[in-house]
């Protein structure tokens, strides 16, 4: 949170949050001296739901042409950079997609015993976030998404295929970063710990 807290550009953030950390939360934010925290939203069964829920929580203090920079908490390493570069490219384009290139090879499996194809590298990124929006686009994307019978919507992993599925904005892309890692795994925390040592 203390990322977008200090970008001149960020007016105002929302958190989704499970109801059993809430409290832990506003102690958090507290201590830490974060002020731009308006809304806390609760968490939803899937990202769909919470990013849903997160939309419902600040609609009454957006306008259509406001942007929504959606990010993920476990990607704690988030530079100001990455954050300006989504502001400009979703002010260009009206979505963005943060990405790295990909330079391992990706193999396609659809049974997961055989390599079914290897798309070539060149035209393959990493997605991460922030996944940054006009306000207007990703919402009405997500209102036509829940307006499917459950059993018809589509299988998302993120809020740009969400709204590239939609077909309501071109999605450009902001160059990430390495470091911008998700924590998934223990290790993944091990190394981020690390990094954060090495830096002090």
Same mark, same amino acid.
Request: aromatic fraction near 8%; proline fraction near 3%; charged fraction near 30%.
């Given at each position: 949170?203390? &990322?977008?807290?200090?970008?001149?550009?960020?007016?105002?953030?929302? $958190?989704?949050c499970? !109801?059993?950390?809430?409290? *832990?939360?506003?102690i958090?934010? !507290?201590?830490?001296d974060?002020?731009?925290? =308006?809304?806390i939203a609760?968490? #939803?069964?899937?990202?769909q739901?919470?990013?849903l829920?997160?939309?419902d929580?600040? +609609?009454?203090?957006?306008?259509?042409?406001d942007? $929504?920079?959606?990010? *993920? &908490?476990? =990607?704690?390493?988030v530079?100001?950079?990455?954050?300006?570069?989504?502001?400009? /490219?979703?002010? +260009? %384009?009206?979505?963005?997609?943060?990405?790295?290139?990909?330079?391992?090879?990706?193999?396609?499996?659809?049974?997961d015993?055989?390599?079914?194809?290897?798309?070539? =590298? /060149?035209?393959?990124?990493?997605?991460?976030?922030?996944?940054?929006? /006009?306000?207007?686009? $990703?919402r !009405?994307? %997500?209102?036509?998404?829940? &307006?499917?019978?459950? *059993? +018809?919507r589509?299988?998302?992993?993120d809020?740009c295929?969400?709204?590239?599925?939609h #077909?309501?904005a /071109?999605?450009?892309?902001?160059?990430? *970063?390495?470091?911008?890692? !998700?924590?998934?795994?223990?290790?993944?925390?091990?190394?981020?710990?690390?990094i954060?040592?090495?830096?002090r």
């Amino acid at each position: 949170m203390e &990322a977008f807290e200090i970008n001149d550009k960020i007016d105002a953030i929302c $958190v989704v949050c499970i !109801k059993e950390w809430q409290e *832990d939360l506003s102690i958090w934010l !507290k201590e830490y001296d974060i002020r731009k925290v =308006r809304w806390i939203a609760p968490a #939803g069964a899937t990202r769909q739901e919470s990013s849903l829920n997160a939309l419902d929580a600040i +609609k009454e203090s957006c306008t259509d042409d406001d942007y $929504v920079i959606i990010h *993920d &908490a476990a =990607r704690p390493m988030v530079s100001q950079r990455i954050i300006d570069e989504n502001i400009e /490219k979703v002010q +260009k %384009y009206g979505a963005c997609d943060t990405v790295i290139p990909a330079h391992d090879t990706i193999i396609r499996s659809l049974d997961d015993e055989h390599l079914n194809s290897i798309p070539l =590298r /060149k035209e393959l990124y990493l997605g991460q976030t922030p996944q940054s929006f /006009k306000y207007a686009v $990703v919402r !009405k994307a %997500y209102d036509d998404y829940f &307006a499917l019978e459950e *059993d +018809k919507r589509p299988e998302m992993t993120d809020d740009c295929g969400l709204v590239l599925s939609h #077909g309501a904005a /071109k999605v450009g892309m902001a160059f990430g *970063d390495k470091l911008n890692m !998700k924590i998934t795994t223990m290790e993944d925390l091990l190394m981020i710990k690390s990094i954060i040592r090495s830096a002090r």
